[in-house]
């Protein structure tokens, strides 16, 4: 990290614009980082980057279902088949093997051998700590850098668990929702939140012996979906069979895709959508500034402890709280102007 905080931004530009995978992943390291001389260059990198027309042609493409469903062995099979087909890849999968929870992702690596060493294929693993730990826009900031880097197809991972989906949601156009051929019974109880966000749905392992039971998987699904109310009137969710094995499929899927991409009234609401998130990320980014340099006072901070204190025990309101800590920040603040200014007296 600290050669290439040596690195000119222009190199990194350069580097990012012409797919360099070396570059790229420091770039993501960079916008990953939580380290505030970090954070900092990250800035001027993604205002740099800003300044550069982009064509806005990636597809960003979130792949959610539960663990074991199969999303990154599709994302390896069906990412090669784009490869084929001459697109360039990049995959961001959320890695639960760094974080220890959920018991039964555990242990779970990602399993994108042959993807992730394809020389027009970049494949980031992004810790689920920070993901879960709200960090999140982070993650907007890394499809930003590889959307810089004008790979067509961006697909993001979930964890299939918790808050890393609407995240992901979040910060991509299309949502597709992988879904288990023998999970047919379970289709009434899978959150009807998630069902409703996805764009597409895939049924897994449609190959061996499982061929019988994605029918009726299907059928099932097909039967939940007419009771859902649509996200967008110009889109219908469809139900493709697949298998990874066996690349069943993937050009009904690849067709579906770029249908889906060719709305745009749907790509413009989606990035409407992101951009509010933004913003309200953007806003708690600088909430949590302001506060930092409150109690970067040492008067203020030792007050603001009290306060809390205070809060438990019912003796003061949030809100006076608040006013009294700004208080006391400018006292101390118009302090230490006053003394910067006797001292140069
Ligand atoms: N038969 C069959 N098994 C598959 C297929 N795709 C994935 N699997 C198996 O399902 C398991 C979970 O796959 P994985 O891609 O790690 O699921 P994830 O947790 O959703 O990322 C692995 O043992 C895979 O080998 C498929 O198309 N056919
Ligand atoms: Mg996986």
Redo the contacts with the bound molecule.
Sequence with gaps: MLNFVKMNLEQIVEGIISKNRRCLSRAITLVESTNIAHRQIAAELLHTLSQLTKDNSSRRIGIT??????????I??FGLFLLQQNYSVAVVAIDPSSKVSHGS?LG?K??MNTLSVHPQALVRPVPSGSMLGGVSMNTSQILTVLEYAGFDFILV?TL?VGQSETMVYDVTDMFVH?YNPLSGDEIQGIKRGIMELSDLFLI?????N?IHEALLTENKLRNALSFLRPTYEEWKTEIIR?????SINFEHILKTINSFFSKNAILIRSRERREKQLELQSAERIKNTLMEIIISDECTRKKYEKLLRDIQYGNITEIEAGRELLKSFTENANLSKDMLQNEKA
């Design positions: 279902g539960p663990p074991g469903v199969g999303k990154s062995s599709f390896e099979s992702i779970d990602i399993r991972e299939g992988l897994t392992k449609c190959d061996g499982f697949t298998s990874s094995l066996e």
